[in-house]
């Protein structure tokens, strides 16, 4: 996001018709924050409007949504999110991951938050504790890091002779280190040996890759995160360029053409982000709404992409999987 579209999104509510500004200041407004753009996660966003819908509310006829998207500019969270709290609305709901949950609650005491959280929120700093979160802070948390060792594990019955793994991770990502410190303890348990590589943004993915080029690793593992579920297309183009099995951790980079994912409902989990949301509007605490962990992990395997990499999946493998494509 450059800074004129910056300055434009905060002094946008300016040039709105009087009537319009009229019609909105009548209904509840929802503050929406971000990283990526509104056309990064098109199935997320559906799915948080699906959430809103069964808790009674529809955006435009009795909500109103300020959306505020940092794009690349992760530093921007904490700008977006004070800003939010300066138009007082009622509730901010932060689906994009932990940095963008810890910028809202850094911002405000007082306004009610709505996570969708990769981590472990107590760990994270976000709530006290799941059942009773205190606080302004509640929300969804996938504990993606406890399947670090599930995916390293499919890795290895993917790949047996496989002794090194590259590790794709995003070092601004809060759930970075705990995340790391996982993968590295199953892959000390497995016998193997991870290859670091770290990504920001864009240049950064494709200077990882250009690394695995010099240095080739026997297969990727792709850490949650949820800038690299945005640039997914980017990922799994490069993955296929380099024929490297890979296994992600949303179902939507297999659908994307990647090989292989292990992971909860992510959408499931959005639309709980949006239950909660509605719930709060309806006049519950935050602190006393319990985080939410969906409970269905889904195993996705790329039939396509196996044979592309001349690669066999094993029987047992493809008894597990929930979906596969051919």
């Known amino acids: 996001m450059k800074r004129r579209e910056f300055i434009t999104l905060l002094g946008g509510a300016a040039a709105w018709p009087l009537a319009a500004r009229a019609q909105q200041a009548a209904m509840p407004v929802i503050g929406f924050l971000s990283r990526g753009t509104p056309d990064s996660a098109?199935?997320?966003?559906?799915?948080?409007?699906?959430g809103l819908r069964e808790a009674g509310y529809v955006e435009g006829q009795n909500v109103a949504i300020d959306y505020r998207w940092s794009g690349e500019q992760h530093d921007l969270l904490l700008a977006l999110a004070a800003d939010l709290v300066r138009r007082r609305v009622d509730v901010i709901v932060t689906p994009?991951?932990?940095a963008d949950a810890q910028a809202a609650k850094a911002a405000t005491t007082s306004i009610p938050v709505v996570f969708t959280s990769g981590g472990d929120p107590i760990k994270l700093g976000l709530v006290a504790s799941l059942s009773?979160?205190?606080?302004?802070?509640t929300g969804v948390t996938f504990f993606s890091n406890v399947l670090a060792a599930k995916r390293l594990t499919l890795l290895r019955d993917l790949m047996p002779s496989t002794a090194t793994i590259a590790v794709l991770m995003n070092p601004t990502n809060a759930n970075a280190v705990i995340d790391l410190e996982e993968s590295q303890s199953a892959a000390r348990a497995l016998g193997?040996?991870?290859?670091?590589?770290?990504?920001?943004?864009?240049?950064?993915?494709?200077?990882?890759?250009?690394?695995?080029?010099?240095?080739?690793?026997?297969?990727?593992?792709?850490?949650?995160?949820?800038?690299?579920?945005?640039?997914r297309d980017q990922i799994v183009a490069q993955v296929a360029r380099l024929r490297i099995p890979a296994i992600y951790p949303r179902r939507e980079y297999v659908g994307a053409g990647g090989l292989i994912s292990y992971a909860t409902q992510a959408l499931d989990a959005f639309r709980l982000t949006g239950t909660y949301v509605g719930r709060i509007l309806k006049g519950e605490k935050p602190g006393d709404l319990p985080v939410q962990q969906p409970t269905k992990i889904e195993l996705a395997i790329n039939l396509k992409t196996a044979k592309a990499l001349g690669l066999e999946v094993p029987d047992k493998l493809l008894a597990l999987a929930d979906e596969v494509i051919e």
């Open 42 to 50: 098109p199935g997320e966003l559906a799915a948080f409007h699906q």
């Open 96 to 98: 994009g991951g932990t």
């Open 132 to 137: 009773h979160p205190g606080g302004n802070v």
């Open 192 to 231: 193997l040996q991870l290859q670091l590589l770290r990504a920001t943004n864009e240049r950064e993915i494709d200077a990882a890759f250009a690394a695995m080029v010099q240095n080739p690793p026997g297969a990727l593992f792709v850490a949650a995160d949820a800038y690299f579920t945005s640039r």
